[in-house]
T-cell receptor, first 111, second 115 residues
Framework: GENVEQHPSTLSVQEGDSAVIKCTYSDSASNYFPWYKQELGKRPQLIIDIRSNVGEKKDQRIAVTLNKTAKHFSLHITETQPEDSAVYFCAASAPGYALNFGKGTSLLVTP | DAGITQSPRHKVTETGTPVTLRCHQTENHRYMYWYRQDPGHGLRLIHY???????DKGEVSDGYSVSRSKTEDFLLTLESATSSQTSVYFC??????????????FGPGTRLTVL
């Protein structure tokens, strides 16, 4: 089955800096790669996703890149703000299969 | 938030007792999932359903069973709860249209403590 590895497990940045979280996946058939943000005590919520037919997608301060050959994808957050502090999860799925999640990255943005 | 509710939201029970958690959706989505979330483990899939009466096991299904008799309800049962099943349980729903996976929406979660 699919195995998703996520790094780093914790990340601390200064407000205004960029943050990058990286994930690798094992199943070359995976074609859907969402990223979820989970604030303390809340449910995970989708912030951005990418499908295997594109290499990059941006939405304001967040972007995701996908390298299908290397089987890795990354989340980039620019101009970080304290409200970006949360746990971020990457996930991957092949057609017809459930999402497999990484173990999460706890991001702390300090003022 | 998508129309997903979970009940109960909090439960404390004793080892060996049966426990049933309920997930209810109003989105008419075909796919429903149960995850557990534990520190250091992320979200792990317990069971999922791809239609009424159609279910399958996930990564950590031992000790859990599920049922789906209606599109809107997906029940997770711990037949005999153990302390290792203390966790936060999330239900999720999604739809797959034209072979394309669409966004998975999560419920608010149920915090279960087994003493």
């Amino acid at each position: 089955g699919e195995n998703v590895e996520q790094h780093p497990s914790t990340l601390s940045v200064q407000e205004g800096d960029s943050a990058v979280i990286k994930c690798t996946y094992s199943d070359s058939a995976s074609n859907y790669f969402p990223w979820y943000k989970q604030e303390l005590g809340k449910r995970p919520q989708l912030i951005i996703d990418i499908r295997s037919n594109v290499g990059e997608k941006k939405d304001q301060r967040i972007a995701v890149t996908l390298n299908k050959t290397a089987k890795h994808f990354s989340l980039h957050i620019t101009e970080t703000q304290p409200e970006d502090s949360a746990v971020y999860f990457c996930a991957a799925s092949a057609p017809g299969y459930a999402l497999n999640f990484g173990k999460g990255t706890s991001l702390l943005v300090t003022p | 938030d998508a129309g997903i509710t979970q009940s109960p939201r909090h439960k404390v029970t004793e080892t060996g007792t049966p426990v049933t958690l309920r997930c209810h959706q109003t989105e008419n989505h075909r796919y429903m999932y149960w995850y557990r979330q534990d520190p250091g483990h992320g979200l792990r899939l317990i069971h999922y359903s791809y239609g009424v009466k159609d279910t399958d096991k996930g990564e950590v299904s031992d000790g859990y069973s599920v049922s789906r008799s209606k599109t809107e309800d997906f029940l997770l049962t711990l037949e005999s709860a153990t302390s290792s099943q203390t966790s936060v349980y999330f239900c999720a729903i999604s739809e797959i249209l034209a072979g394309r996976y669409n966004e998975q929406f999560f419920g608010p979660g149920t915090r279960l403590t087994v003493l």
